[in-house]
């Protein structure tokens, strides 16, 4: 299975959490994780190492020449690194014809295999929006999306890398970006959905790309025991984005516990992996 993150270093320590909660909740899977970054230090990468099974995951690290990624200005709370999932066609080996973008501040719950063999047809990319009807509304007519889309998270990506490639769509990003920076409110995710909300698959939040907001909703219809049941048993995929992080200190939300028991077990397991490698 072909996984991409992009980071920098402030995000090595919670990618090292979610790597270990992929390795416990897919034992019988192989990874192939491709690490692209500007900055990364060989100590970087020597934590990153120590918290997969050296057996069955391969850390592979692509440095992003700054000569692709082009002049996109990039506001406070991002880095360009957010930006290299976009262009994840251009750098990736070209042997690679799909890969399963995932964000580091994330953690695995699940099986990712019904998500990673999802049938994409004619689709570039499958993801989850997390925005009501009003807000997609909105969005919708602030970027010119199709009309019968949904506004994604680009946090948990399936990318069709053979048909993107097939589309050759990185001029058309280039230039998006050129003409649109100033109007973007949430940068490389805006331009994502500007220019391919059309090719996007829709997929479940509640199971693949479940943040604070989505549980909140999943709250009022089930009730908190009912809502929590269903994050343990059935969602795949937790994703702590925005500014309020478990690994932070004053955390706020109800999903704290996916991360703070992979927390304990990824320092309980690093020290082995690290010696078995």
Same mark, same amino acid.
Do not use: Q
């Given at each position: 299975m072909n996984i991409l993150v992009t980071l920098n270093s402030g995000y090595v320590?919670?990618?090292?959490? #979610?790597?270990?909660s992929m390795m416990q909740t897919n034992p019988a899977t192989r990874f192939t994780i491709y690490v692209a970054h500007s900055s990364l230090t060989p100590s970087d !990468?020597?934590?990153?190492?120590? &918290?997969?099974?050296?057996?069955? %995951?391969?850390? +592979?690290? $692509?440095?992003?020449? /700054? &000569?692709? !990624?082009?002049?996109?200005? %990039?506001k406070k709370r991002l880095s360009k690194e957010t930006y290299y999932r976009l262009y994840a066609a251009e750098f990736l080996p070209r042997e690679v014809?799909?890969?399963?973008?995932?964000?580091? /501040? $994330?953690? $695995?719950?699940?099986?990712?295999?019904?998500?990673?063999?999802?049938?994409m047809g004619d689709k570039l990319f499958a993801a989850a929006s997390h925005n009501n009807s009003l807000i997609n509304s909105f969005n919708i007519r602030r970027l010119?999306? /199709?009309?019968?889309?949904?506004? &994604? @998270?680009?946090? +948990?990506?399936?990318?069709?890398?053979?048909?993107?490639? &097939?589309e050759n769509r990185t001029e058309e990003l280039m230039d998006y970006l050129e003409e649109n920076n100033s109007r973007l409110l949430l940068e490389d995710q805006d331009v994502f959905n500007a220019l391919y909300s059309g090719r996007t698959l829709s997929l479940d939040p509640n199971i693949? @790309? #479940? /943040?604070?907001? =989505?549980? =909140?909703?999943?709250?009022?219809?089930?009730?908190?025991?009912?809502?929590?049941?269903?994050?343990? @048993?059935?969602? +795949? $995929?937790?994703?702590?984005?925005?500014?309020?992080?478990?690994?932070?200190g004053g955390y706020k939300g109800n999903l704290s516990e996916f991360f703070e028991r992979n927390r304990e077990g990824r320092n309980n397991i690093c020290t082995l992996y690290r010696e078995v490698g």
């Open positions: 320590y919670p990618l090292t959490v #979610m790597l270990h !990468f020597a934590k990153i190492r120590a &918290s997969v099974d050296p057996g069955r %995951c391969r850390i +592979v690290g $692509i440095a992003v020449p /700054d &000569s692709l !990624f082009g002049e996109a200005a %990039c014809n799909k890969i399963l973008y995932l964000d580091p /501040d $994330i953690v $695995i719950n699940g099986n990712l295999n019904e998500l990673y063999y999802t049938d010119g999306m /199709d009309k019968n889309s949904k506004y &994604s @998270n680009a946090g +948990v990506m399936l990318i069709n890398l053979a048909l993107l490639r &097939s693949f @790309n #479940m /943040d604070e907001l =989505t549980f =909140t909703r999943l709250k009022r219809r089930l009730g908190y025991g009912g809502a929590m049941n269903f994050a343990r @048993n059935r969602t +795949v $995929i937790i994703h702590f984005n925005g500014k309020n992080k478990p690994w932070n």
